[in-house]
């Protein structure tokens, strides 16, 4: 089996501009060392006047990022038009601009996403958009997801230049389209999101993978996002588990060299391959654990 490489449509710049830092300090034999360090800084979210929320983030994609955000809180709807994303990177500040005022006053209080795993911003209403929802009955071939495991993991990214980051790509067949790194999960795929929602791209014959573990959030914004496969390097909660049974979601994780393990959504898969032409995976030089 051969793999082509990867032609992006936007990828991971380990080298652009202040998404790392160098520090320094000591090894294990005490010897003095330099090694790259994630940035993260906080980005406040506004729509229109309203105050949303303030993001840890490494600074890059800020618009897709409030809009993604917004969006996957159900604060952007289908029938909202966005008229304008103003950023002030000295402010930190990000303003998304519809043509009518909306009110989420009631609901919302200043939050702060922190880039802690376990702590991402979820509204309750996230559940009630999930009401109703079906995902299209499209179908996944286990070739596409093979090669597109051994190019997104040999992809140059921030999470092989200096760990302590995650991933999330958008796919389509065998094909990645758009890797986005954060510190927190949840920003990479609202980001993903913020992408699709500016340039009205179709989901239902999309496949998002992510580093992460496969959470309930993730399974909830995958969904939300219309997206009918979710899948990881990473393991399953047992809730994230229990929603993308509940929607009909395909939630694949564990996937490490030619063993995958596919826990709801059984029915799309396509089996168009033998695992044994899968070569096993070799010891990563990236930092093992950085996005587990």
């Known amino acids: 089996m051969t793999f082509g490489k ?24 005490g010897a ?8 993260e800084r906080p980005l406040t979210i506004y ?4 105050e949303i929320v303030t993001a840890m983030t490494i600074g890059d994609y800020p618009e897709y990022l409030a809009l993604g955000f917004l969006r996957n809180q159900g604060m952007l709807r289908d029938g909202d038009r966005v008229t304008a994303v103003d950023y002030d990177d000295e402010l930190e500040v990000v303003v998304v601009r519809t ?6 006053e009631d609901k919302l209080k200043k939050k702060t996403r922190t880039s802690g795993c376990a702590v991402g911003t979820v ?6 958009g999930l009401e109703g929802k079906t995902l299209p009955a499209t179908e996944v071939r286990t070739s596409w997801l093979y ?23 958008l796919c389509q067949g065998n094909r990645p389209l758009v890797y986005m790194e954060d510190v927190g999960r949840h920003n990479a795929v609202d980001k993903i999101a913020g992408w699709m929602f500016k340039h009205d791209v179709s989901a239902e014959d999309k496949i998002l993978y992510t580093t992460g573990r496969l959470t309930s959030e993730m399974v909830i914004k995958t969904a939300l996002m219309g997206i009918p496969v979710l899948a990881s390097r990473s393991g399953f909660t047992a809730w994230g588990v229990e929603i993308a049974r509940q929607v009909g979601l395909t939630c694949i994780g564990r996937m490490r060299g030619k063993r995958f393990v596919c826990l ?10 033998d695992p ?3 070569p096993d995976e070799g010891r990563k030089s990236g930092r093992k654990g950085a996005s587990e």
């Open 6 to 29: 990867p032609e992006y449509i936007i990828a991971p710049d380990p080298a652009a501009t202040g998404l790392t830092r160098a520090v320094r300090g000591t090894d294990h034999t």
């Open 32 to 39: 003095e060392i330099d090694i790259a360090v994630v940035e």
């Open 47 to 50: 729509l229109n006047r309203q």
């Open 99 to 104: 043509d009518s005022e909306t009110t989420f």
């Open 123 to 128: 509204f309750g209403d996230m559940m009630e």
């Open 147 to 169: 090669e597109l495991a051994r190019q997104i993991n040999t992809t140059p990214s921030l999470y092989l230049e200096a760990g302590a980051i995650h991933g999330t790509v």
């Open 264 to 273: 709801s959504g059984e029915d799309r898969l396509v089996r168009d391959i």
């Open 276 to 278: 044994d032409q899968i």
